[in-house]
């Protein structure tokens, strides 16, 4: 009986010894699992510093103001240049079709309309929509 006994509290002390030594193996590993994640973490955390200081200095309006004055050679809008939502066409004739050699419609362009400037400077004055309130109305205060 007490063999017995001996050998079953031998066998339990082997399984707890085995038992404590694989979790404290586990921890281990799980441990340097969770050291290589924090570290990603803070390798992300410094590249999107980075990306945000590289998109504010991409978004710079002087900046970009400097790039559209070099590359773009934009002009000031003239007033001729401006129309009426009248001079828009309507939907029936905003597109030509194309018709290809097998009688298809194979693309379509924009039906040309007459430019603003091409109509005499009192007549494009006249079609433009001015809504806000001149100057000499409010007595020079907005």
């Known amino acids: 009986m007490t063999r017995a006994v001996t050998i079953i509290g031998l066998l339990m002390t082997i399984l707890i010894g085995a038992g404590t ?11 340097k699992r969770y050291g290589e994640i ?3 973490i803070l390798a992300e955390q410094e590249s999107i510093h980075v990306l ?3 998109w504010s200095y991409l978004n710079n309006p002087e900046r ?3 790039l559209s004055k070099e590359y773009l ?4 809008i003239e007033v001729l240049q401006m129309a009426s939502i009248d001079d828009l066409p309507s939907d029936s004739d905003m597109h030509q079709y194309r018709i290809n050699k097998f ?3 194979v693309a ?3 039906t040309p309309r007459a430019r ?11 079609s433009m929509i001015i809504d806000a309130p001149s100057v000499a109305e409010t007595g020079g205060v907005q």
């Open 108 to 110: 379509f362009m924009p």
């Open 52 to 54: 945000e200081a590289e």
């Open 116 to 126: 603003p400037g091409e109509r005499a400077y009192a007549e494009a004055a006249e």
């Open 21 to 31: 030594y694989w979790v404290s193996h586990e921890v281990e590993r799980l441990e």
């Open 73 to 76: 050679s934009l002009a000031q």
């Open 38 to 40: 924090q570290s990603d």
């Open 64 to 66: 970009i103001e400097r």
């Open 103 to 105: 009688g298809e419609a």
